[in-house]
């Protein structure tokens, strides 16, 4: 009877980050990190992990140069197992495969999405998805991943904002427990020496450091919002801090698979106060939650997108005693309500409550120019959400149209009352 052989694998010492995600019990893990983070080597000591609880794993980069620091990494790990014939190595195909059970890590390069096709895994992971093409995943890897329920792991520094960071903001504001994502960045790797961090900044621009080492998505030329993190500043704050000043509220309802999304924002203090974001919930229980915030702020004004919930349910809040406008967005009235927004990011004119999802739907937001009318289009990207920017707006919007009273500082008085005229008239 043949004798048991142990082995030890050298797997690293993970840092806060890197165990975090490698312990996650997710199925699709978005990890967004600076140069040098450790997301490859973190995910490298994934694979090994899951080769060893007898997984087929296949990582894929862009380029064979980038698949050439996780493969060595995996060979370090086995080492042990490697001399000792139990852990199969090819080095032209970069396959390592336990030779009594099967099980495998191989690495590809995905410069070509169809360079992957015919294969399958149980655990995928994309390195540099943000330089991949997105069929890399929509089109090749999802599919390979069905037949077990398999796990996906996209690992990237960003690239301004596209593909990847939208992978990202699915992955935020997610909330089954199937999706979840990382952000660190250079400076959250304690095994990165201060030399070498110094001399992979040496020669960057400051957006660069940015976006290399902070892992920061940088603004498209066509964001269409602006100067967000100076204007994410207000303060957690109470209802009685804000007694006797006008309080609007706007309501963004869900369609279908959407999410309903108020924002609550002080038109004398220019901040906003409270928010709320929920979906798969009845319109009964929608207006009572609607309802139970407005008694708690003592909401003065709310403005509500018609176009999802429609004339039954406005009447509805109508019968409840709220003070409820209803507003139709259409090809000619959504551009100015997000454009007014727009402005107000750029003149910092409010400030407005920090969350990851929130800010998430304004940095993606879009304009298109319609070939057919020349006319200014806004939208989320596909696959992504923008209740929170129109909640945002609407609240905005709100502001702007309620008369002010005197309550504002006498040298913003006369613009604001003169914007409202033009409008108006």
């Known amino acids: 009877m043949a004798t048991a052989v142990e082995y030890r694998i050298r797997l690293p010492k993970y840092h806060a980050k890197q165990d975090s995600f490698i312990r996650s019990a997710a199925k699709r893990k978005v990890v967004l990190a600076g140069?040098?983070?450790?997301?490859?080597?973190?995910?490298?000591?994934?694979?090994?992990?899951?080769?060893l609880a007898g997984r087929r794993i296949l990582e894929a980069a862009p380029t064979s140069d980038q698949t050439r620091v996780f493969w060595e990494a995996c060979k370090k790990y086995l080492a042990e197992p490697l001399a000792a014939g139990e852990v199969y190595k090819n080095e032209t195909d970069r396959v390592l495969e336990v030779v009594r059970t099967g099980a495998r890590i191989r690495t590809k390069t995905a410069w070509d999405a169809d360079s992957l096709r015919g294969d399958y895994a149980d655990l995928l992971i994309l390195d540099?998805?943000?330089e991949m093409d997105p069929s890399a995943w929509e089109v090749v890897g999802a599919p390979m991943l069905l037949d077990n329920d398999g796990d996906a792991v996209f690992i990237f520094t960003p690239k301004s904002r596209n593909h990847a960071f939208r992978m990202y903001q699915r992955a935020i504001?997610?909330?089954?427990?199937r999706w979840a994502a990382w952000h660190f960045t250079s400076h959250d790797n304690p095994y990165l020496s201060?030399?070498?961090l110094a001399e992979i900044t040496q020669d960057m621009t400051a957006d660069m450091y940015r976006q290399e080492v902070m892992a920061e998505f940088l603004e498209n030329e066509g964001a269409v919002f602006r100067n967000i993190a100076a204007c994410l500043t207000a303060p957690a704050t109470t209802p009685a801090e804000h007694a006797g000043h006008h309080i609007t509220l706007g309501a963004d309802w869900a369609r279908q698979q959407d999410f309903s999304a108020f924002s609550v924002v002080c038109r004398d203090c220019r901040m906003?106060?409270?928010?709320d974001r929920f979906n798969q919930i009845d319109y009964h229980f929608q207006v009572a939650r609607l309802k139970a915030l407005c008694d708690r702020w003592g909401v003065a004004t709310i403005l509500c997108e018609t176009n999802s919930i429609g004339a039954p349910v406005?009447?509805?809040?109508?019968?409840?005693?709220?003070?409820?406008?209803g507003f139709a967005t259409t090809a000619t009235s959504k551009p100015p309500l997000i454009e007014s927004l727009a402005l107000a990011f750029e003149r910092e004119e409010c400030r407005w409550q920090a969350d990851p999802v929130w800010t998430g739907e304004l940095e993606a937001y879009e304009r298109k120019v319609s070939a057919t009318t020349g006319r200014s289009q806004y939208s989320a990207p596909e696959g992504m959400h923008d209740d929170t920017v129109i909640a945002?707006?609407?609240?905005?919007?709100a502001v702007q149209s309620v008369g002010y009273a005197g309550r504002l500082p006498a040298q913003t008085r006369k613009p604001v009352l003169a914007g409202m005229m033009r409008r108006v008239f």
């Open 314 to 325: 406005l009447e509805m809040l109508q019968r409840q005693s709220l003070p409820v406008r």
């Open 392 to 397: 945002r707006a609407l609240a905005w919007e």
């Open 35 to 51: 140069r040098r983070g450790g997301k490859t080597t973190g995910c490298a000591a994934l694979a090994v992990e899951s080769m």
């Open 194 to 196: 201060e030399l070498a």
């Open 272 to 275: 906003e106060v409270a928010r």
């Open 173 to 177: 504001s997610d909330d089954t427990g």
């Open 128 to 130: 540099e998805y943000a």
